[in-house]
């Protein structure tokens, strides 16, 4: 899976990389559990807003994506 090797290269380059190898195997799991998490939640919340068109829900989907490592493709090329 795409997804899960990006946010865990995110996570080691830009959270985690002073501290990788004091992080035990649970711990990591947690962070990147919590990341996939809070990422889902944001992207709930996006969707449910009423006042956002079709374009801003895209938009700031693949603002969240790209906030944990991802990207949306071709989506965010403008």
């Known amino acids: ?11 080691f380059k830009e959270k985690l990389n002073d501290m990788f190898w004091d992080l035990e195997v649970d711990d990591l799991r947690d962070a990147f559990q ?3 998490c809070d990422a889902l939640h944001e992207i709930k ?9 079709d374009f801003e ?22």
């Open 1 to 11: 899976m795409r997804i899960y090797k990006d946010i865990l290269e995110h996570m």
């Open 45 to 53: 919340s996006i969707v449910e807003n009423p006042y956002l068109s």
């Open 34 to 36: 919590s990341a996939c």
């Open 57 to 78: 829900c895209i938009d700031k989907i693949v603002c969240v994506l790209e906030s944990v490592g991802s990207d949306g493709g071709g989506r965010h090329d403008f």
